[in-house]
């Protein structure tokens, strides 16, 4: 009885070495080469698709996010605040009224005390109530013995009037 050496890389003789893929169709517990599919098998599905935001990293969409959100408060807020409606603006705008009043300018009050409607008369005038001293951009607080007068837009004051009482 004769042995022989056992052939090379763990092969017994009763088992033929594994060829790739002869006649091109793997045989039984052969494996594709890799990143190949199996023969016959279906194709794999295409990459989702990517919609907008997936492009972005997180940070981006945050930043995105706060912009939106920035640009709606201010919309609203000039929506609310930002521009005079003719129910909250200057009841009068033209050149007679307290709006346009300079310093040296007599005012007449058509109004009351609590409640002033003041309009630009002559100096020399009988109806004359008032004479501007100061006129600030504002909030003022005017000298106590002189009268005060503030427009105000949206509940801020735009300018303030210090008046004396004019003699008659």
Not at 39 to 68: D, E, Y
Request: with cysteine; aromatic share 10%; hydrophobic share 25%.
């Amino acid at each position: 009885m004769s042995t022989s050496a056992p052939p090379p890389h763990g092969h017994s003789p009763s088992y033929p070495a594994q060829q790739p893929y002869p006649y091109g169709q793997p045989q039984y517990g052969q494996q594709p080469p890799h990143g190949q599919p199996y023969p016959g098998a279906p194709a794999p599905p295409p990459p989702p698709r990517r919609g907008f935001f997936s492009r972005f990293n997180l940070k981006t969409k945050i930043q995105m996010i706060a912009g939106v959100l920035v640009a709606i408060f201010c919309a609203v807020w000039y929506g609310v605040l930002g521009h005079d409606s003719p129910d909250t603006g200057p009841a009068n705008t033209d050149s007679t009224s307290a709006s346009s009043a300079e310093v040296g300018d007599c005012l007449q009050n058509k109004g009351s005390e609590s409640d002033p409607d003041l309009s630009i008369v002559g100096c020399g005038e009988a109806t004359a109530d008032y004479k501007v001293k100061q006129r600030e951009v504002m909030d003022y607080t005017c000298d106590p013995q002189y009268a005060t007068y503030q427009l105000t837009r949206n509940g801020r004051p735009q300018f303030t009037l210090c008046m004396e009482h004019v003699s008659k």
